[in-house]
């Protein structure tokens, strides 16, 4: 695309501009047998060879940046390879000869765990190799982009201990009892609060935070007995309001007291209800009994069972049934 070209070509420019020397505009220009390690900045453990008469270096550097700071930093010193030549004419009639198949001396990349390259904005590592001694065509400066790695997810115990609390916190409610204007009793309840985010690997910033919620049983409802005192009901609150804590007043009720003589009076009175039968007097029960034979004899309109139709008027059982009752009647008259 147009606009990652032109800032591949800002890059390699600034590069150019910030690490440029005498030394390294001869290599620039493509002048032959020029040393071009001794003018660049290359890593102290990387040992490059000098040309000679011989033997003859293309060098190019390799230059990590930072695409995710503003300033495009170095992230680490510049590193170099070399492609070797070698003379197998003589000082007056040379014939240069390329040795290497490839950009010589290993790359030491950024921590990948760190950092993220990004070939769209990065030179290609494969780029071409000068093929003689006085070929230009090649890239002198690679400049190779990276992006700082993101990890998503990260919780409170991911973090060190200064971050903690950008990820998690403890939210205390106080319940204070109270008998008038005294503190009876002090209760509390702990909310555990917690989010995750984003990390930047490089330089340890969170971001991209997930919304607040609460773990557990956070402020829950309960209810609180003290002696002497009724037990009171306090509800649940939402920890997400008040994530710095909050104290709650509760009034307390005192217990009515009951006088223990009324306590075993109340208790012998049940006692005694509970144990006393009442039986029928056989004065009683005989007038039951009269009464009950009066009321089947007189019924003298009943149906019968299998037909449904009334029974016929029985003279004989009527004169029974009266006698009885006269009877019944004569044997209370009597007792009495």
Avoid: C
Avoid at 1 to 7: A, D, N, S, V
């Amino acid at each position: 695309m147009p606009h990652i070209q032109l800032k591949k070509q800002t890059i390699r420019l600034a590069a150019i501009l910030a690490a440029f020397s005498f030394t390294d505009l001869a290599v620039a220009s493509g002048l032959v047998g020029s040393d071009f390690v001794k003018g660049n900045s290359i890593r102290a453990d990387v040992v490059m060879p000098t040309s000679t008469d011989t033997d003859k270096y293309k060098v190019r550097t390799i230059r990590f940046i930072d695409e995710d700071i503003k300033s495009w930093p170095q992230i680490q010193p510049n590193q170099a390879q070399f492609v070797h030549f070698h003379n197998d004419g003589t000082a007056d009639k040379p014939n240069w000869r390329r040795v290497s198949t490839e950009w010589e001396t290993p790359v030491n990349f950024p921590d990948d765990k760190k950092y993220e390259f990004d070939p769209k904005q990065s030179e290609d590592i494969k780029e071409r190799m000068p093929s003689t001694i006085k070929d230009l065509r090649y890239y002198n400066h690679l400049n190779f982009v990276y992006k700082h790695r993101k990890t998503e997810g990260i919780t409170a115990s991911m973090v060190a201990d200064n971050q903690k609390s950008e990820l998690e916190r403890r939210a205390v409610r106080t319940i204070q009892l109270l008998d008038g204007k005294k503190v009876v009793a002090s209760k509390t309840q702990t909310a555990t609060i917690a989010r995750s985010a984003t990390k930047d690997e490089v330089t340890g910033e969170l971001s991209d935070f997930t919304p607040w919620k609460v773990e557990g049983a956070g402020w829950h409802a309960d209810s609180y007995k003290e002696d002497g005192y009724q037990t009171v009901y306090v509800p649940a609150k939402n920890a997400l309001l008040s994530m710095n804590g909050r104290t709650e007043q509760v009034a307390l009720e005192k217990e009515v007291a009951v006088p223990e003589d009324e306590l075993e009076l109340a208790s012998e009175e049940a006692v005694d209800t509970a144990d006393e039968v009442v039986a029928p007097t056989p004065e009683v029960a005989e007038e039951e009994l009269a009464e009950t034979a009066a009321e089947e004899i007189l019924h003298i309109g009943h149906r019968q069972p299998d037909t449904g139709r009334k029974a016929a008027f029985n003279v004989t059982l009527l004169v029974s049934g009266l006698a009885m009752v006269v009877a019944g009647f004569g044997f209370l008259f009597f007792r009495r």
